[in-house]
């Protein structure tokens, strides 16, 4: 069965350290994979995709992620957290070969940012 | 560009009523828009595919006579969420997929409708 997997629940950073947010994921074929962030009461906003070539992709707000097929995971990642980056973290995956069908998501990580 | 909004944002209403929820593409054609429903601190479950002029496709234990779906142009989405019950509280979220553009798989999401049913 499709199912992603976020280990972590809840995180705390300090403002400046670097972040990593975990992501696995179950799926029979060559992911789509995404990442996407929620600040609080707003909707999801995509921070990267993954779909193929390069296994390190970088995103929007310094952002980076990288796949790794035989781990079967796609790792988030900041050099240096802002306070602004505190929110809910979403990682999903979609199917492959242009199928538009639902997207799996984690159940989320929640980031607070100390000061 | 890929701008999805939701109107409103948020609706509070008595019990028995039902509330229209409205998802548009403000500056792409989306030939599918997704409805999902998020529980507090929870993650997005999908409730139906909704295809421009045609029926809606929910997703197992989704009621379609309680959540009905139109998508009646390329650029809006409803959901009417019929005789609405206190369970029902929750926070809706639509998103948009591009048509033509990026591959197939990117979905826009809008900023979501909080539900209050008293």
């Known amino acids: ?115 | 560009g890929a701008v999805v909004s939701q109107h409103p944002s948020r609706v509070i209403c008595k019990s028995g009523t039902s509330v229209k929820i409205e998802c548009r593409s403000l500056d792409f054609q989306a030939t599918t828009m997704f409805w999902y429903r998020q529980f507090p601190k929870k993650s997005l479950m999908l409730m139906a595919t909704s295809n421009e002029g045609s029926k809606a496709t929910y997703e197992q234990g989704v009621e379609k006579d309680k959540f009905l779906i139109n998508h009646a142009s390329l650029t809006l989405s409803t959901l009417t969420v019929t005789s609405a019950h206190p369970e029902d509280s929750s926070f809706y979220i639509c998103s948009a997929r591009v048509k033509k553009r990026e591959g197939w798989n990117t979905q826009y999401f809008g900023p979501g409708t909080r539900l209050t049913v008293l």
């Open chain 1, 1 to 115: 069965a499709q199912s992603v997997t976020q280990p972590d629940i809840h995180i705390t950073v300090s403002e400046g350290a670097s972040l990593e947010l975990r992501c696995n994921y179950s799926y029979g074929a060559t992911p789509y994979l995404f990442w996407y962030v929620q600040s609080p009461g707003q909707g999801l906003q995509l921070l990267l995709k993954y779909f193929s070539g390069d296994t390190l992709v970088q995103g929007i707000k310094g952002f980076e992620a990288e796949f790794k097929r035989s781990q079967s995971s796609f790792n988030l990642r900041k050099p240096s957290v802002h306070w602004s980056d505190a929110a809910e973290y979403f990682c999903a995956v979609g199917p492959f070969s242009g199928g538009y069908n639902k997207l799996i998501f984690g159940a989320g990580t929640r980031l607070a940012v100390h000061p």
